[in-house]
C-alpha cells in the first residue's frame, strides 16, 4: 500500500510552480540580464511612439510618484540627504488643505523645499511643503524666510 500526499494534485502542481519560480529568479544570471537591457532598448527603438505615449499616460495618472521620483533623482545629483514617499507628500498636501503655501490658492501643487536642495537642504519630508508652479517657479533658490520678506516687499 503506497502512503499518499496530503495535497491534492492541483495544490502540488502550484507548489512546484512556486518552487520553479523562485529557482528560476535566483539562477537568472546577469547574462539573461544583459540580454534583457538589449531587448527593451531595441523594443523602444523600435516602438518609440508607443513607448512616449504610454509613459505619457502613466505620468498623468500618477503625478505625485512622478514629483516624487523627479525630487529623489535631483536629491541624488545633489547627494542631498533624506527621502519621502508620494503618500507623505499627499498627507502634508492635506495638512495645508491641499492649498499654496505661500499664495493659499487651491490649485495644482508641487513639492517645494524649504531650503532649495542648491543651498545644501535635504530631501526628507520636514524640509518639503506643498506650493503652486508660480510660487515655486518665482521662489526659485531662496530659502523660505527669503521668499516671504521677497512678498512682503514685491506687494508693497
Not at 507548489?15 to 547574462?31: G, L, P
Not at 541624488?76 to 527621502?83: M, N, Y
Not at 501643487?109 to 506643498?130: A, F, K, M, Y
Amino acid at each position: 500500500m503506497t502512503k499518499r500526499s496530503p495535497l491534492t494534485v492541483e495544490e502540488q502542481v502550484a507548489k512546484h510552480r512556486e518552487y520553479m519560480h523562485c529557482y528560476n529568479q535566483n539562477k537568472r544570471s546577469d547574462v539573461f540580464r544583459e540580454n534583457d537591457t538589449v531587448y527593451h532598448r531595441r523594443y523602444r527603438k523600435l516602438n518609440r511612439d508607443r513607448c512616449i505615449e504610454y509613459e505619457r499616460k502613466w505620468r498623468a495618472a500618477h503625478p505625485g510618484v512622478n514629483a516624487c521620483n523627479n525630487a529623489k533623482r535631483r536629491a541624488l545629483q545633489r547627494e542631498a540627504e533624506g527621502s519621502f514617499t508620494p503618500e507623505e507628500f499627499r498627507l502634508k498636501c492635506k495638512a495645508y488643505g491641499n492649498r499654496c503655501t505661500y499664495c493659499n490658492e487651491e490649485v495644482p501643487l508641487t513639492i517645494d523645499h524649504i531650503v532649495p536642495l542648491s543651498r545644501g537642504g535635504s530631501n526628507s519630508i520636514e524640509n518639503v511643503v506643498p506650493a503652486c508652479k508660480h510660487c515655486n517657479s518665482t521662489k526659485g533658490t531662496r530659502t523660505y524666510s527669503e521668499f516671504l520678506e521677497y512678498i512682503k516687499v514685491s506687494n508693497t
